[in-house]
């Protein structure tokens, strides 16, 4: 230990110098968030549980039963019943999804060629029952309340994908099918 | 009302009234040593209870208060049960010696003569280091009743600590008594008459660092915390101490903070008297209060700052460098007193 270390041990140089460092720490913002109390916004790609948007027109959900995203989940979460409309139109009569089984990847938003399957900001899901998990057509149109801002305002028809694609038409990156007809069973 | 008899009652009231405050204060620095921990890593600390979780400690006390009271099968049960006695009590003695006002004839409350210390007598500082000696015991007993390694290894090491820097502090703390010229504390307080150059720790500054460190290791606070280091010995001698029997450690720990914070004041920082001159209007107790204050955020800088050193990182500092330093210190202290003074 040379005289250069004696002086500085006896001065507490480095002790002084973390003290400062603290002392900066005791003085600046807090960096805690009171989390009931307060909550950090999500951010815009946040994936929390799913919700299908709803055509603002209609009023009906904008799927297609296309099975896209049922055929895509990695844990086969998602169950749809497809019919059609009286207007001719497909469109779920069943659309389930098992939040317990979903591993919230996001597949079944970016395939869905109509944008209707979106993740949501929701991310408080801890529930006593375990039925809350199953989300059948009704839970997950109500959960368009958590949706993304920005997602509701991408025209209905507009896949992930494709601007200027006409409505129902797959987007252009993925070759998608074109909107199938609802054979009901998976 | 003859004089001895209000003497009397003045006494009384001192008696009563001084370990109640701290008590009272000693609640609010547990609070505090949480919430500034908080604060120095960039956290809130406890919110909830009361505004700005205030009333955390009372909280605390509960919940201690309703925990089951256990005590190990093969625990030396009186022993057990002593330990935490032995380590509170010494705490409150040592308030007995702490000026907190003048100390004269001529100070006078409600008409009659008063003075501002408890009991004034020669060995006040004496008082102050047997009382800390004492305290050890505590720790070692209940180390050694709990019948666990951990604990008993906590103990030997609160032992090994306090043999080191003992003798670092009662050499720190010769160089106030020869300035004083006085082991008591009120003639030490009345040696830092004048403004706040006058006070020892200018003089005095390598004992009173020395003093200072090894207050830190009588206090067992980090970075000196080793009989109760979590990481290695569970925690130490509290290991198999619960609810209110744990408590009382506990709060002997913070009652300690403050008295020992109180006595670096009187012997460093001119104990009850104001910085200067011209705020002497102000009276003592609120500086001394003030100072206790001061003192004890910089134990919590301290403590929220260092990292606790290695068993044989400690043995050398006390030994090889604090033991050193303070007969130094002693002997030049000595010389210049006898020279100059």
Known sequence: MGLKDVVKKGAFVDILRGMSVTGTYFVVDKVTVEYPKEKLETYPR???????????????????????CATVCPSQCISIVGEQTSEGRSHPAVFDLDLARCIFCGLCEEVCPEAAIVMTRRYELATFDKNDFFLDKTALIANQAYAHKELFSRPAGEGAGGAEAPRG?????????????????? | MS???????????????????????VAFIIY????????FQGRVGPTYLGPWGSLQSFGDIFKLLSKEDLIPTRADKPVFRLAPYIAFIPAFLVMAVLPFGPVSEETYLFGYQFDYVIANFDTGLVLFLA???????????????????????????????????????GFSVVGVMVMAGSLN??????????????????PQVVGGLIFFIATIAELNRTPFDLPEAEQELVAGHLTEYS???????????????????????????????????????????????VKICLLVFLYMWVRWTIFRYRYNQLMSIGWKVLLPLAILNLVVTAIVVNVVG
């Open chain 1, 46 to 68: 946040f994936r929390g549980a799913q919700a299908l948007l709803t055509d603002p027109e209609t009023g009906d959900t904008k799927c297609v039963a296309c099975m896209l």
């Open chain 1, 169 to 186: 038409a797959a987007p252009g990156v993925t070759p998608a099918p074109a909107p199938a007809p609802a054979d009901g069973e998976r």
């Open chain 2, 3 to 25: 004089d001895p008899v209000a003497q009397f009652v003045f006494l009384l009231i001192k008696a009563i009234l001084m370990p109640v405050l701290i008590i009272m204060m």
């Open chain 2, 32 to 39: 505090f040593e949480r919430k500034f921990a908080g604060f």
């Open chain 2, 131 to 169: 009382m800390g000696a004492i305290a050890v015991y505590g720790v070692v007993l209940a180390g050694w009743s709990s019948n666990n390694n951990y604990s008993l290894l906590g103990g030997l090491r609160a032992g090994a600590q306090m043999i080191s820097y003992e003798l670092a502090m």
């Open chain 2, 185 to 202: 504390l009120v003639a030490i307080v009345d040696g830092q008459a004048g403004n706040f150059w006058d006070w020892y720790f200018i």
């Open chain 2, 243 to 289: 609810g209110m029997r744990w408590g009382m450690f506990y709060f002997a720990e913070y009652v300690n903070l403050v008295v020992i914070s109180g006595i670096v004041a009187t012997l460093y920082f001119g104990g009850w008297r104001a910085p200067f001159e011209v705020l002497d209007f102000i009276p003592g107790p609120i500086w001394l209060l």
